[in-house]
């Protein structure tokens, strides 16, 4: 659906009037099904994880519950609001906002974790600090606003 023409989906900077997402929301769009792939991948596995620890242990199965919980519900979320940026309005910048701002937080609160486990902790949060700083930091921009708020 492009056209042969620079910016031709534009009326003016920064005030998008065509059907061509811009550029940036598309890479927002991309981090979200990134993260919500991660997400969904190591929910499953902390799933298999808990699963086996509980069976064995026999320890309370509420808490790996909870947890597989969160990871998958976050992925969810990561992957309908990628979804809903064609669409979607102002509530959708909104919320995904909202959402990078605390998979932020979780990010750096998982770096204290490190005690040792590795990957997991370490790593973990810093792909996931960066891919939602950067997030952030696309949603804020005008661009952002003015597609968001486009007339449907």
């Known amino acids: 659906m492009r056209s042969s023409a620079p910016n031709s989906s534009y009326g003016y900077p ?15 769009r991309v981090l979200l099904f990134v993260m919500g792939g991660l997400q969904l991948t190591v929910g ?14 026999g ?7 909870a ?3 969160v990871l998958l519900g976050l992925g969810a979320l ?6 809903k940026f064609a669409t979607g309005g ?19 609160g998982g770096l204290g974790l490190g ?19 950067m997030i952030l930091a696309l949603m804020a921009t005008a661009q952002a606003g003015a ?3 486009r007339p449907r």
């Open 115 to 133: 005690d040792g486990f590795g990957l997991i902790f370490t790593g973990g949060p810093v792909i996931g600090f960066a891919c939602s700083g």
């Open 78 to 83: 990561s992957i309908i609001l990628g979804t």
């Open 90 to 108: 102002g509530g959708v910048r909104v919320t995904t906002i909202v959402y990078a701002s605390l998979m932020i937080v979780a990010c750096v």
């Open 14 to 28: 920064g005030h998008p009037t065509g059907t061509d997402m811009p550029g940036l929301m598309r890479a927002a």
């Open 67 to 69: 947890v597989v919980g």
């Open 59 to 65: 320890g309370g199965i509420a808490d790996a519950v």
């Open 44 to 57: 499953v596995l902390v799933a298999g994880l808990l699963g086996g620890i509980v069976a064995n242990d």
């Open 147 to 149: 597609w968001f708020n």
